[in-house]
């Protein structure tokens, strides 16, 4: 009896969705925010359609091209964690050569459109943010030492950088207390997201810094951090670059951030194991906090 041959299964193919998540625009859709709320805080009002477009499209590509390169140099461990095991380059689906590819012209289109249509000071900034997230964070520091997020997160902190010097064309103190602000944010958010899922961190050789030092010492550094943060968003009202009205925002919102970080601070030092249920609340509100604090920003430059 001759054997019926299987017929060979048709190979997927990659669509533009796949493309688009190599780009991680959930992580994107925050940073962008800094961006643009930046903008009419330097502005001090609305800085025009057109600028706001083009640094909107400018930035994703941007910031989506260093998601890209993450993908493609992570791709053997983002294949062994759940939370990432179906991403497009770590499955397969989208080849590394495609995937560099995509991220390659992503930047250099970046570039391009923020040099010639806003300012060359913004195209640089935001290929400082890049080079940081790529080189500094992802190929340098993730795999080497607790302290990747604490040097590698300053990536996250150019984005409002561009949006400032795409409207003035320079950096004054205040644009770098928005840096400063974002820097100090990053450890204590991000921590929360490593407690959550530390197990996976542990499990393909991350250090993060739960695994490396244990819930205690992240519990207090989150606490501390958040601290920072707190203290440093009421600092520009001093310099007069704010009202009252960012400072009340600044005082309530950074009040129930510490609250959040106090809640997750206390049940660990005091001995229980930190659990996912008990990181998951700081962590969901520190985003809605950043978002929070530069619409407040926004709002009080425009406005008062």
Known sequence: MTAVPTPALPRVRATWRDYLALTKPKVISLLLFTTLTAMIMAQRGWPGLTLMLVVALAGYASAGSAGVFNMVIDRDIDLKMKRTAARPTSSGLISTHSAALFGATLQILSFVALWFWATPLSAWMSLAGFVTYVGVYTLWLKRRTWHNIVLGGAAGCFPPLVGWAAVTGDLNLF???????????TPAHFWALALMIKDEYREVGIPMLPVVHGDRLTVAQVWLYSIYTVVLTI????????SWLYLGVAVLAGGWLLRLAWRLYKPVMAGQPATRKMAVPLYLYS????????LAGAIDRSFL
Request: hydrophobic share 80%; proline share 4%.
């Open 235 to 242: 600092l520009p009202f001093t310099f007069r670059e704010v």
């Open 175 to 185: 644009a770098w207390f928005l840096f400063a602000i974002i820097f100090f944010w």
């Open 287 to 294: 985003m809605l906090y950043l978002a929070i604090l530069f």
